[in-house]
């Protein structure tokens, strides 16, 4: 359904990419079975232990993406990917078998030719404040469109404005003003694209 590429690796991609540092976590994991800590090249890193998994959250202080890991409980890589927090997968999103194998590769990127990099270059050029709580970038691709949705806040005005552009030619489709939403929803639905995941 979504345009994305999905490919079986080789047996010779066997190589594990890292192990969760279980004897680390236990040590300082809180009553959440959750551990926080800054790195010293200013990474902020978030684990946390579920009952079939690890899971390690990690993004530097000037990146708008985070980092995302998921381990088995023998702490062997299960799978890891970047994303924009909450709202999309970006770039290549890598699986792996228990005993550390990479087994699948899915581009979450190939739909696109208008880049995340064009979408920032396109947020600068507007002077948008991705800061402001009510920012959100939301993008989506299946068989019938490709788009990237942008949401902001209209300084000085109690509204949003909403953009909706069209990820392969990186045209301007709509463009509209919207009240607040009512408990953080939105009731319109064409005012966010087909999610990804």
Not at 17 to 30: P, R, S
Not at 66 to 87: A, D, H, L, Q, T
Not at 172 to 179: K, P
Request: with cysteine; proline share 2%.
């Amino acid at each position: 359904m979504f345009l994305v590429v999905i490919s079986s690796c080789s047996a010779q991609k066997n190589k594990t990419m890292k192990t969760f540092d279980i004897e680390t976590f236990n040590k300082y994991k809180n009553h959440l079975n959750e551990y926080k800590f800054v790195k010293e090249d200013s990474i902020f890193i978030r684990q946390i232990e579920w009952q079939d998994n690890y899971e390690e959250i990690s993004k530097s202080k000037n990146s708008f993406l985070e980092n995302y890991k998921s381990f088995y409980k023998s702490g062997k890589i299960k799978m890891k990917v970047s994303r924009f927090p909450n709202k999309f997968l970006k770039g290549i999103m890598k699986e792996y078998d228990e005993q550390g194998t990479l087994v699948k590769e899915t581009d979450y990127d190939a739909p696109y030719k208008f880049t995340w990099e064009d979408i920032l270059k396109f947020i600068k050029k507007r002077k948008i404040d991705m800061d402001h709580e009510q920012f959100e970038i939301t993008r989506g691709s299946n068989e019938k469109a490709t788009s990237w949705t942008i949401v902001h806040d209209i300084k000085d005005v109690y509204k949003l404005h909403v953009i909706n552009i069209d990820g392969i030619t990186g045209e301007i489709t709509r463009e509209a003003e919207l009240d607040y939403p009512s408990g953080g929803e939105y009731e319109d639905e064409n005012d966010y694209p087909i999610e990804d995941e």
